[in-house]
């Protein structure tokens, strides 16, 4: 059963930084046909794509945060990475990670949650201005 832990969430004044973490289990076998992703939700708004990351490493992000976002892996630790920097008020939201497992579908299509099986529980990101 594939399990994803998220943590790395707080509360940060505008301009400042956080990493958020997502660590994976059970999934041994699947890993090099992961596509990963990050997703948010702000109160009142839908779930939206952050960034993502397919199965060979190629990676996307949403407009809003490219340039300040960065998604990574370390398979030696089976963790996920979203390192953000230059927070903004409206990057406050609960943020989740995202695993799916076979198919090679198109960097865009990953900014989609319904492409995603696997979820965390979320971790809260506050930016005050």
């Known amino acids: 059963q594939v399990q994803l832990v998220e943590s790395g969430g707080g509360s940060v004044q505008a301009g400042g930084s956080l990493r958020l973490s997502c660590v994976i289990s059970?999934?041994?076998?699947?890993?090099?046909?992961?596509?990963m992703g990050w997703f948010r939700r702000a109160p009142g708004k839908e779930r939206e794509g952050v960034a993502a990351m397919d199965n060979i490493g190629s990676t996307t992000y949403a407009d809003s945060v490219k340039g300040r976002f960065t998604i990574s892996q370390d398979n030696r630790k089976n963790t996920l990475y979203l390192q953000m920097n230059n927070l903004k008020p409206e990057d406050t939201a609960m943020y989740y990670c995202a695993a799916k497992y076979g198919g090679s579908p198109p960097l865009t299509d990953l900014m989609a949650w319904s492409r995603f099986r696997y979820w965390g529980q979320g971790t809260q990101v506050t930016v005050s201005s």
């Open positions: 059970g999934d041994t076998y699947s890993r090099s046909r992961a596509c």
